[in-house]
């Protein structure tokens, strides 16, 4: 999971909540759980959608950092574990999973597990439960850009280009822009030198990458960048701000990737089983709903509606294409090196 830079972005239901707490032991109920999510826009909608609403909230403290220094606080703690549960991307989750620092989420413990949407992913089997998932595809300002954007190769299109920018390796979703870039001349993620060779021309010929959310969102308001691969979720919301209103989302024709953000159970037994029941919560219909509505991602507990706007932007995760994140976890020196040697160097 430079010039400009970085990623991750978004933020829960209440009446279920309440019910759903009457079958957790008495013991976790006043348990006080820390829980680590990300900062910046992504933070507050999860906040808004997943949490605010849970009757219990109050209880719930806010860790705020991305995937790899949450990680790394995380094993710097192994011995005196300071959180009870966190939110990861897949390009962590092999990692984490094999860390021996989280347990398995069973249904046995979290009841609404049982709606869980069969067509997601678990690439970590019990290890972490995708929360919800959204669509990285580009986003790009139709003020500027007058034909519309369809494809991953518009990105090197001559009237896109020098407006195009795109999230540096430091931000873990630059690996799905990598993928499909290479993929344009037969490459992939694990044949990723095309993909460098594009990514340099974006950084090249346009603004510059960016490592920072903001950073993008500020280069999008500025007229700064015109294109950028994004996450369909925060774009949504991006799209009701009024210093955006020609902002586009598209699903590229050679198809967008799953972002998921998923849920680990730290290993931690300060807590009890409060941390499952806020997992639980999580899962219900109401907080899916809310989240959806909020976030702008699909609901990954079947028995929850999908807002019309997010069904438009976000293909069901069958009709998305995905990465080989174990290979990734195995080979990230290697793809690290050699995007800082061609895209940066």
């Known amino acids: 999971m430079n010039s400009l830079n970085r990623r991750h972005v978004l933020g829960m239901g209440a009446a279920l909540a309440g019910s759903m707490i009457t079958g957790f032991p008495a013991r976790a109920q006043d348990a006080q759980i820390s829980l680590g999510w990300y900062p910046g826009l992504l933070g507050q909608n999860f906040k808004r959608g997943l949490l605010d609403d849970y009757a219990k909230a109050d209880t719930v403290t806010i860790v705020e950092s991305f995937d790899n220094a949450r990680f790394t606080q995380m094993q710097a703690n192994r011995n005196r574990p300071n959180l009870h549960l966190g939110v990861f991307t897949d390009a962590m989750l092999p990692l984490v999973a094999r860390s021996g620092l989280v347990s398995d989420i069973r249904v046995e413990d979290v ?4 709606d869980f949407d069969p067509i997601v992913p678990r690439p970590v089997g019990d ?14 300002n139709a003020k500027h850009i007058k034909e519309p954007v369809t494809s991953w190769a518009d990105l090197l299109r001559e009237d896109v280009i020098k407006g195009a920018s795109a999230p540096n390796i430091t931000y873990n979703s630059s690996l799905y822009t990598l993928d499909a870039l290479a993929s344009l001349k037969g490459g992939s993620l694990k044949d990723p030198a095309a993909g460098f060779e594009a990514m340099r021309q974006i950084r090249t010929n346009g603004p510059g990458l ?27 919301a991006l799209m009701s701000d009024p210093d955006l209103p020609d902002l586009r989302f598209c699903v590229p024709s050679e198809g967008a990737y799953p972002v998921p953000m998923s849920i680990v159970r730290v290993i931690n037994d300060s807590a009890g089983n409060a941390p499952e029941e806020l997992i639980n919560h999580m899962l219900s219909v109401e907080a899916q709903e809310a989240f959806a509505r909020i976030g702008g991602n699909r609901p990954i507990n079947v028995k929850a509606q999908v807002p019309e706007k997010v069904a438009e932007m976000v293909p069901t995760a069958d009709k998305l294409r995905s990465l080989d994140w174990e290979y990734f976890a195995e080979n990230r020196t290697a793809i690290v090196d050699g995007w800082n040697e061609t895209v940066n160097g």
Request: proline share 7%; glycine share 14%.
């Open 111 to 114: 009841p609404n597990l049982a």
């Open 127 to 140: 290890k972490a439960v995708p929360l919800t998932y959204g669509a990285w595809g580009i986003a790009y």
């Open 210 to 236: 960016w490592d920072q959310e903001s950073t993008a969102v500020g280069g999008l308001k500025s007229g700064e960048i015109w294109a950028t691969p994004y996450l369909s979720g925060s774009i949504l």
